[in-house]
């Protein structure tokens, strides 16, 4: 069974403070993704990676940055976290760019 | 953009009924439309896919519908039972390309 980790299932950050969420998948999947989850919006891809260190922009980059330094692993990254990045995250993994994605169990991050 | 279109956001059922979710997507060249099940505190999983060549599959109680013509398709859940509360999300792929996603919909089967 495909099995993707996020390391934390709730984070309370204050405004200001950089935030670290990490993900890890163990089916050597070549791409990841970060998406948010907010209520009637649905999920909005922040960022995706195709390969160790590559990533590209999804529709709402602004605000995060992503690292992918080992295949298995994809962090999101909040330089300044503000009150409106207060959401659900969710990390996914899949084979190829279309495929059927797995995903984690997310993160509830409230910043205050 | 939101290319994939879901109705209605929630939806309230009897247990024992019919649940019916549709989207309707823009871009043609989509070729995979994957329906995601959420459970609370849980990550979104695959319930049931259908690629364009077929008009219907069926899964158990689950049954996407297609109609390429409409540019729609659509989740039935038969026999709907507590335990399917949960939010379900359409999608659509193409090729090496990125799935993207409609809003949800937040289904309640009542006992």
Known sequence: DVKVTQSSRYLVKRTGEKVFLECVQD?????????????????????????????????????????????????????????????????????????????????????? | QQQVKQSPQSLIVQKGGISIINCAYENTAFDYFPWYQQFPGKGPALLIAIRPDVSEKKEGRFTISFNKSAKQFSLHIMDSQPGDSATYFCAASMGNNDMRFGAGTRLTVKP
């Open chain 1, 27 to 112: 089916m050597d999947h070549e791409n990841m993704f970060w998406y948010r989850q907010d209520p009637g919006l649905g999920l909005r891809l922040i960022y995706f990676s195709y390969d160790v260190k590559m990533k590209e922009k999804g529709d709402i980059p602004e605000g995060y940055s992503v690292s992918r330094e080992k295949k298995e692993r994809f962090s999101l990254i909040l330089e300044s976290a503000s009150t409106n990045q207060t959401s659900m995250y969710l990390c996914a993994s899949s084979r190829d760019r279309g495929d059927i994605q797995y995903f984690g169990a997310g993160t509830r991050l409230s910043v205050l």
